[in-house]
């Protein structure tokens, strides 16, 4: 049944009818009052679909079973995405959902129902089915659209890679554990559901579960995949601006080398003593230039012949 509220009275009397019950936002006290009396919903199980945080679950009840998701914002295209609640009440007859916000994958199947209405035929086990879906292949669009960036990145590192490299990087890696932790519970949840039947499923949605177990498994499987990557990009950045360094170092190490005999001798012979036979001598300047000249070579040889330079 598609309609308001008012179609509820006619769901509780016609035993043919399917329901489904979507709620955008929050449930208030006469929402769930309804949900509770009219649909036999449990206080607690309505008392968790209301919170706006609240880790993925299932939890089976005596005609229904009570599933929690984490869906993507309708607005959220890239990998720096947004979630939002979205509870599932699966009955025989019934499906109530409730999401936080604006649902894209929600939108998506009212569209689908509207084009092929036999799909409520197929009883509310195999519109979550779909849901399911629907919300995992909007996970897996964003995690193949950062495929090519990272490529892009590791390129960039073996040029002149900037500290905005690196920071996206870190951008990246955090939003990957986010994702991580979102198909953690998502995995379990669906393969629970997978692995026995539950209140408002049926043997029928067996090969379409699978399916989205499988999507579930390739999503977090590319979310680690990607994680590592971003970890060895941002290891590897690390080491290659490391290297950099030490070659600024190796530099001024060889200047420095150089320069401290020198200096030791500048330093001597710029002493104000009266007795110095050498600032008399008609060649004192130009020997002392000869021995600074001879060792700066000496020094040079010295670390050419170490590799210094290469």
């Known amino acids: 049944m598609v309609g308001g509220v008012e179609l ?39 008392q968790d679909a209301s919170r706006e945080r609240h880790p993925p679950k299932i939890e089976d009840f005596d005609d ?15 990998i720096d995405c947004s979630t939002i ?5 699966v009955g025989e007859r019934f499906l109530v959902s409730r999401h936080s916000g604006e649902s894209f994958s929600i939108n998506r199947l ?21 849901l399911g879906r629907l919300m995992v292949n909007r996970y897996l669009r964003i995690l193949l659209d950062l495929e090519p960036r990272l490529e892009f ?19 990246h ?49 590319l979310c680690n995949m990607y994680y590592q990557l971003a970890s060895d990009l941002i290891e590897g950045y690390i080491s290659v601006s490391s290297h950099r360094l030490n070659q600024i170092m190796r530099v001024l190490t060889i200047i420095t080398a150089i320069f401290v005999p020198l200096s030791f001798l500048a330093g001597i012979y710029g002493m104000n003593f009266e007795y110095m036979p050498e600032l008399h001598s008609p060649w004192g300047y130009f020997g002392l230039i000869a021995v600074m000249g001879l060792i700066a070579t000496a020094l040079l040889f010295l670390f050419y012949r170490k590799k210094w330079f290469r």
């Open 85 to 89: 609640q979205i509870a599932l009440f």
């Open 173 to 221: 890696k955090s939003d990957l554990i986010r994702l991580q932790r979102i198909f953690y519970y998502h995995i379990q949840v669906v393969s629970e559901l997978n692995n026995s039947l539950h209140p408002g499923f049926s043997t029928e949605e067996k090969h379409e579960l699978t399916d989205v177990y499988e999507q579930q498994e390739r999503v977090g499987s």
């Open 64 to 78: 229904y079973t009570f599933l929690i998701f984490k869906g993507l914002s309708a607005d959220s295209e890239s």
């Open 8 to 46: 509820l009275e006619q769901w509780i009397s016609d035993s043919n009818t399917v329901l489904w019950f979507d709620i955008d936002g929050a449930i208030d006290e006469a929402t769930a009052q309804l949900l509770e009396e009219k649909i036999g919903l449990h206080p607690l199980a309505i």
């Open 153 to 171: 990145l590791e390129e960039t590192l073996m040029g002149e890679a900037g500290d905005d490299v690196l920071a996206e990087l870190v951008t």
């Open 110 to 130: 009212r569209q689908e129902i509207d084009v092929d209405t036999n799909m409520f035929s197929r009883g509310p086990g195999a519109m979550t089915v779909r």
